[in-house]
């Protein structure tokens, strides 16, 4: 595999985060196309990875190189917040404005003026609202909506800006199995489509290989992801 066909690629790498022990991760690459779950990751180490990958922190030790350019090098907020944008970060550390609409929440990764949105603006979030499941919603209160219908919206934020790389925490982490799995296969569906990489984190293994064409489980001592059925052989 070539390293230009790599988008994110992380060797080696370990992060203390006050918890039990670092978070490891020995190696992982993420290509265009390839859809990774990992299961073995609670909801902090969860925000750990996401920080490294996007380079608001640093590993301890390793190297975290994200487009091309590792993250120690990334220069100054701009810099930083260009290689942010090109991950759809799928999270509930993202607030929705619950006394805004669906079309507005949607439409503010575009746009700040979203109670004058433009045509264009209002075009591209009614795509996304059909994209992600919430055609039929565009005008109703984001806060009224339940929790299947507040992820569609958090997802179709994190795609609004056409990222290469969607990564979720845990976005199943509300709703129940029904809910989840439909949630799964849309996101799936929108990864193919789209042809970009996609990492999901999250402990409920349905869900994961709903979700993912790889699912790979952690092992936290040595940051080795192993295959689930190299998983199940260890506790066989």
């Given amino acids: 595999?070539?390293?230009?066909?790599?988008?994110?690629?992380?060797?080696?790498?370990s992060k203390d985060y006050r918890s039990l022990r670092p978070l490891r991760i020995a190696e992982l690459d993420l290509t265009p196309g390839r859809s990774v779950a990992i299961l073995g990751f609670d909801q902090a180490m969860a925000e750990v990875l996401v920080d490294l990958m996007t380079g608001a922190i640093l590993p301890d030790s390793g190297e975290v190189i994200s487009f091309g350019t590792p993250t120690s090098a990334i220069a100054g907020p701009d810099g930083w917040l260009a290689t942010l944008d090109q991950f759809g970060l799928l999270t509930d550390r993202a607030v929705l404005v619950e006394q805004f609409t669906v079309?507005?929440?949607?439409?503010?990764?575009?746009?700040?003026?979203?109670?004058?949105?433009?045509?264009?603006v209002r075009a591209r979030?009614?795509?996304?609202?059909?994209?992600?499941?919430?055609?039929?919603?565009?005008?109703?209160?984001?806060?009224?909506?339940?929790?299947?219908?507040?992820?569609?919206?958090?997802?179709g934020r994190a795609l609004a800006l056409g990222p290469k790389v969607l990564v979720a925490e845990h976005p199943n982490a509300t709703l129940d199995a029904a809910d989840a799995a439909?949630?799964?296969?849309?996101?799936?569906?929108?990864?193919?489509?789209?042809?970009?990489?996609?990492?999901?984190?999250?402990?409920?293994h349905a869900f994961a290989r709903a979700v993912a064409k790889e699912v790979l489980v952690l092992e936290p001592a040595t940051g080795a992801l192993k295959p689930t059925s190299t998983w199940r052989r260890w506790f066989s």
């Fill in 125 to 155: 979030a009614a795509e996304l609202a059909v994209e992600v499941g919430l055609a039929g919603d565009l005008q109703r209160q984001a806060g009224v909506l339940a929790p299947p219908q507040r992820a569609r919206i958090r997802l």
């Fill in 182 to 204: 439909t949630l799964a296969r849309d996101i799936l569906a929108i990864v193919d489509r789209r042809r970009i990489a996609s990492l999901v984190m999250t402990a409920d």
């Fill in 103 to 120: 079309e507005q929440n949607l439409a503010l990764p575009m746009s700040v003026a979203v109670e004058d949105m433009s045509a264009d």
């Fill in 1 to 13: 595999m070539s390293s230009d066909d790599v988008l994110v690629r992380l060797r080696g790498v």
